[in-house]
């Protein structure tokens, strides 16, 4: 912990813009108007998983809540995921993961990670995104990673997810962000790709198609011209609450496909 939090004092020396060739590459992340509305505390969405397009896999436990520190509130973004089979690369993608992020901008400030398969990764990052550096660890039993990452309007993978959910989105707009996952820092460029309806419980429920490509980057701040680390696309529901219903497309270590399986929201607000 005090290795994490000196490393980042030191990094927030040399400023933004002149250590984070990846910069150039981002855009502005713009939020809803009615972004701080949509979210609400206590509630959980349940999704299964399915990998390769067919085999189910297990569930994801997605839930939202605030919390009051001494330095005022903040977003808990939570994610729980219970595997149904021992699938190496699905485990390696699951785990237990919770990250707090700020009020204002949905951006994360730590990221705590564990994951699911028998040799546990552990991983740990701490954003300052003012001063545009987070300093990520990445650990087992037999080895340790750690990066201090420079950039502005990093997400996390469970930060993207609710993002997705508050994020203004027209058919003209291209977004791209930095995507910190362990000790690696990825490019996500988010595209709206179309609208269509989704059946849920009996009822068609309208859905805005999200784009969500992940490219790698080299030290230097460019694309790896390559395929895409990750290609997904999200359909966010167009209902009060903006749920995301599905979530398709290619990982790094297969296809995978997360179908929301139910909606839980605390009692003083049905």
Known sequence: M??????????????????????????????????????????????????????PVGRVEYSYDEIETEEGKLLVFSGVTEPLLRIKAFLRAAGTIRTLADPETF????????????????????????????????WTRKFVQAAEIRGKNMLDPIGAIFYGRVVLIDPESEIRVLMVEGARVHLMTIRHAGEEHI???????PCTKVSLRTDRLRDDGTLIDEKPWNDLVAWVAEIPGRPIMRISGKLKSGSVALKLAARTLPETTR
Not at 199 to 205: A, D, L, N, P, T
Request: hydrophobic share 45%; glycine share 12%.
């Open 107 to 138: 951006l994360p400030v730590s990221t705590f990670w564990v994951t699911a398969d028998d040799d546990p990764h552990t991983r740990t990052i701490w954003f300052d995104q003012k001063a545009g550096v987070a300093f990520a660890g990445k």
């Open 2 to 55: 005090l290795l994490l939090a000196a490393g980042l004092a030191t990094g927030c020396a040399g400023g933004l813009d002149a250590e984070a060739p990846s910069s150039r590459l981002v855009t502005d992340m713009p939020l809803r108007a009615d972004a701080r509305s949509v979210l609400i505390p206590g509630e959980t969405c349940t999704y299964g998983v399915s990998w390769g397009g067919v085999l």
């Open 199 to 205: 059946m849920f419980k009996g009822e068609r429920v």
